[in-house]
C-alpha cells in the first residue's frame, strides 16, 4: 500500500513569495489534514478535511495560507505571502474516517515539505 | 477545549531500560483517542499505539505499553527494553470524537546512551 506522498521535498523561498504544497493521501482515506511542525515543537493543525469539506479551520491563518481539496482526493497548501515565520515543516497526514474502518482514525503521515523563509 | 501536556522535554536512558514518558491531558468531550507517535531525526511521524477513553484495559503494542489513568487524565507511554533506535522525539496526541479535534503535545526527546 502506498503511503501519503508529498511534494516538493525542500523549498526556499525569499518573504513575501508564494509557495504551494502538494499531498495525495493514502487511497480511501477520507480525512486529510495539514500540520505545521515549527523546530522543536509539536504539529499545529492548520486544517482538516473530510472528503472535500473543511471539518477545523480554525489555526489557519486565512489572510495568508489558503488550502482545497476540491475532489475529496489530493490537496494542495498555499502561502501567499510568506512570512519569515512560515519557516517550518509541512506535515500531510490522512485516515479513515470515523465509523469507516477501525473506529479510530489513526493518522499516517508524509514525509513533509520542510520550508525556508529568507 | 483540550489541552495536552508532556512535562519532560528531554531523557536520557541507558540502553535495555524501561522508560516512561509522561502525558496528560484535559477535555470535555467525554469519548475520545489516545495516540503516541515517534518522530525520529529523519522527520517521519511513526504511530505507535491508541488508547480509547472507553477502553477497560491498557493497550499493548509489542514493547511499548501505555499507562492510562482516566482519573488523573494521564496516558503514559511505557518502553520497555530500550534500543539504541528509540532515541527519538515522542509526542502525545488527544483527538475528540465528539468534534473530532486534535491537539499534539509538545513532545519528549529520548536519548538512548548505550
Known amino acids: 500500500e502506498a503511503g501519503v506522498a508529498q511534494s516538493p521535498r525542500y523549498k526556499i523561498i525569499e518573504k513575501r513569495q508564494s509557495v504551494a504544497f502538494w499531498c495525495n493521501p493514502i487511497?480511501?482515506?477520507?480525512?486529510l489534514y495539514w500540520y505545521q511542525q515549527i523546530l522543536g515543537q509539536g504539529p499545529k493543525l492548520l486544517i482538516q478535511?473530510?472528503?472535500?469539506?473543511?471539518?477545523?479551520d480554525s489555526q489557519l491563518p486565512k489572510d495568508r495560507f489558503s488550502a482545497e481539496r476540491l475532489k475529496g482526493v489530493d490537496s494542495t497548501l498555499k502561502i501567499q505571502p510568506a512570512k519569515l515565520e512560515d519557516s517550518a515543516v509541512y506535515l500531510c497526514?490522512?485516515?479513515?474516517?470515523f465509523g469507516q474502518g477501525a473506529g479510530y482514525n489513526e493518522q499516517f503521515f508524509g514525509p513533509g515539505t520542510r520550508l525556508t523563509v529568507l | 477545549a483540550q489541552k495536552i501536556t508532556q512535562t519532560q522535554p528531554g531523557m536520557f536512558v541507558q540502553e535495555k531500560e524501561a522508560v516512561t514518558l509522561d502525558c496528560t491531558y484535559d477535555?470535555?468531550?467525554?469519548?475520545?483517542?489516545l495516540f503516541w507517535y515517534k518522530q525520529p531525526s529523519s522527520g517521519e511521524m511513526i504511530f505507535l499505539i491508541y488508547?480509547?477513553?472507553?477502553?477497560?484495559q491498557n493497550a499493548t503494542e509489542g514493547r511499548y505499553s501505555l499507562n492510562f489513568q482516566k482519573a488523573r487524565k494521564s496516558a503514559n507511554l511505557v518502553i520497555s527494553a530500550s534500543q539504541l533506535g528509540d532515541s527519538a522525539m515522542y509526542f502525545c496526541?488527544?483527538?475528540?470524537?465528539?468534534?473530532?479535534?486534535?491537539?499534539f503535545g509538545t513532545g519528549t526527546r529520548l536519548t538512548i546512551i548505550p
Open positions: 477535555t470535555s468531550d467525554p469519548s475520545y483517542g
Open positions: 496526541l488527544i483527538s475528540n470524537f465528539g468534534n473530532e479535534k486534535l491537539t
Open positions: 487511497s480511501g482515506h477520507a480525512t
Open positions: 488508547q480509547g477513553s472507553y477502553d477497560q
Open positions: 478535511f473530510q472528503n472535500n469539506g473543511v471539518v477545523d
Open positions: 497526514a490522512s485516515s479513515l474516517a
